[in-house]
């Protein structure tokens, strides 16, 4: 599945001639393992208040392409819908939005560094309505630079938030190059842990690293403190030429470059969803 | 004129404080969250009946308006306070992204706004907030203008599904409204009936206008006084028919001119009915310290600046 949503991802981001495939790629994998293994969710009863199913919260807004394409397969859309990725009138705006009425979709994101509070109270929300559900949240290694993810990180111990699941894709790139040599953000285990959170390091493309991971995050309910898991993972992941490297965080692959990819995932013919 | 008493002073922070406790009394799904604020913006007695529905998220205001999100987005009407300016300016993009844009159920709670906060100065005295939450789409915007209508335009806000800003302050100032008047969104309140000049009002400044429009009787003039206690969505219809039956407008708020209650009104009249206006604000300057009512008339807020605005309007008129 995950090598569909691969696939997925680049069409949908060649089709629009706009998008970010670095980090959906980097992503694809314990993405799919969430919305297909773990979460608790029913596409067709999915409301916004997530009342009685677990919640996921894209704080990396600009991950659409793989977020888009998991709710896709996962039920939420038709999957003929990835082709109006970032078109005029699209439900697949260019980040996610709660204004076109696509289903799945619990919050808006794409300015950096927000979604983490928003799943933190979300979280808050379950547990004022005796909800035993859990809420996840995806934050990128370049975005945790933002100030908001860390006093997120604050209030969830504070608040004893552990029915909030967190991920980061580790994937080390960010816009402007490696995330080492634009901020200098560090280890970030060792923030999470000094910051009193539950911390998990899994690789983020061994399917059963990832599920040992989501099971052991599980286990932190009744622990009093917020889980987050880290995804050693690899920009691009997954087709060679773009992999390991910040030039696709938001670059499109040109048609010859997209022919070359998809037989490097499976040789699906071009167009076909 | 119309007869106004001041039943005792109090401050509008107060009547929020009440109306909160109202609010989470009437409706189990109001939380209340504060940075570091808890004290200030008279959430004490709501904190004390609901203990697990008080939020409090330390000095990280960003934070504070995401987490308010999340608790909307599951069915909580979360009431977020701080200071005017922490509110706004400090976490704009959080406001237009997770709760505007995101379209979340959420009540923004700005105490201490305009410069009578006083003495910490202009940097915490925002005369902008009106100006930015104006600008984004689908919000609310309410400015009641004493103690009993602070309490009802925070019931009223819960009431509302959808983003509200409602902004009141620190001072404590003339208690005239109606305790028991309900509050109704978008509906501007007559509080006085004249021919000769509109004053249109907001906030601490209604007050001040009653005083103009009684000193403006004693010489001839008589004033319609006009409490926008909704600033967006405006009272189109009202502004426009008293501006019609009188040809003469004052606009009077605490805050400066940049995209405040003037320019809105000024806007609506220059498409729908061309009226000379004249302006009673802060213009284009940062506050600073002093006591509230030294910093109300030195930045020209006050009943004398609305009375002698008025009489330049009439002077205007063709």
């Not at chain 1, 949503?5 to 495939?21: K, M």
């Not at chain 1, 696509?102 to 928003?118: D, E, H, T, Y």
């Not at chain 2, 502004?239 to 040809?247: D, E, L, N, R």
Request: hydrophobic content about 40%; aromatic content about 8%.
């Amino acid at each position: 599945m995950a090598t569909q949503i691969r696939r997925d991802i680049l069409r949908t981001v060649c089709q629009a001639n706009s998008g970010h495939p670095g980090g959906s790629m980097s992503s694809a994998d314990f993405l799919t393992v969430l919305y297909f293994d773990v979460m608790k969710q029913d596409p067709a009863s999915w409301t916004r208040s997530g009342k009685g199913q677990d919640m996921f919260i894209l704080s990396a807004g600009h991950l659409t392409p793989v977020y888009y394409s998991v709710l896709a397969r996962a039920g939420y859309f038709p999957l003929e819908e990835l082709g109006t990725f970032r078109r005029f009138g699209t439900r697949l705006q260019g980040h996610p939005s709660v204004r076109k009425g696509l289903p799945g979709i619990f919050q808006a994101s794409g300015s950096l560094g927000q979604g983490l509070s928003a799943a933190a109270g979300a979280a808050l929300g379950k547990r004022l309505d005796g909800d035993p559900n859990l809420v996840f949240c995806l934050c990128g290694d370049g975005e945790s630079e933002e100030g908001q993810i860390w006093e997120a990180g604050m209030f969830a111990v504070y608040h004893k938030l552990d029915n909030l699941i967190a991920m980061t894709d580790w994937n080390g790139q960010q816009i402007d190059g490696p995330v080492d040599s634009v901020a200098g953000e560090g280890d970030l285990a060792a923030k999470w842990e000094s910051w009193g959170w539950r911390v998990i390091t899994a690789d983020g493309h061994d399917i059963d690293s990832i599920r040992q991971a989501f099971a052991l995050a599980k286990a932190g309910l009744g622990s009093g403190k917020p889980t987050m898991i880290l995804f050693r993972s690899d920009m691009g992941h997954g087709v060679d030429f773009m992999a390991g490297t910040h030039k696709w965080h938001g670059s499109v692959p040109k048609p010859e470059q997209l022919e070359e990819a998809l037989r490097q995932l499976g040789e699906t013919p071009l167009g076909d969803f | 004129m119309k007869k106004y008493t001041d039943t005792g002073k109090k401050d509008t922070r107060s009547g929020f404080g009440a109306g909160l406790l109202a609010a989470g009394q009437a409706d189990e799904r109001v939380v209340a969250l504060t940075a570091d604020l808890k004290g200030s913006l008279k959430m004490d007695a709501f904190a004390a009946a609901f203990p697990e529905r008080f939020i409090q998220c330390g000095i990280a205001e960003a934070n504070m308006v995401g987490a308010a999100a999340g608790l909307a987005i599951t069915g909580k009407i979360p009431f977020i306070g701080s200071f005017a300016e922490f509110v706004t300016g400090r976490v704009y993009d959080q406001l237009r992204q997770e709760v505007a844009y995101g379209n979340t159920n959420v009540k923004i709670a700005s105490s201490h706004a305009g410069i009578t906060l006083g003495e910490d100065g202009a940097t915490h005295q925002t005369m902008e907030d009106i100006a930015l939450m104006r600008a984004l789409p689908g919000m609310v915007v309410l400015n009641p203008c004493d103690y009993n209508q602070t309490v009802q335009a925070t019931l009223a806000a819960a009431r509302y599904e959808g983003p509200v800003y409602i902004r009141f302050g620190r001072p404590s100032v003339p208690n005239f409204t109606p305790a028991d008047e309900p509050f109704v969104i978008g509906k501007a309140i007559v509080l006085n009936e004249g021919a000769d000049v509109s004053i249109i009002a907001t906030g601490h400044t209604v007050w001040e206008a009653l005083q103009a429009a009684e000193a403006l009787e004693a010489s001839g003039i008589k004033a319609d006084v006009i409490d926008i206690a909704t600033i967006k969505p405006l009272d189109e219809e009202a502004v426009v028919a008293s501006a019609a039956k009188t040809g003469a407008v004052v606009v009077a708020e605490e805050h400066n001119h940049a995209g405040g209650l003037g320019e809105a009104v000024s806007s609506l009249l220059a498409a729908r009915r061309p009226t000379p206006v004249e302006f009673v604000n802060g213009g284009d300057r940062f506050g600073q310290s002093g006591t509230p009512s030294a910093l109300m008339e030195a930045y020209g807020i006050d009943a004398q600046h609305i009375a002698d605005a008025a009489r330049k309007a009439v002077s205007r008129k063709k």
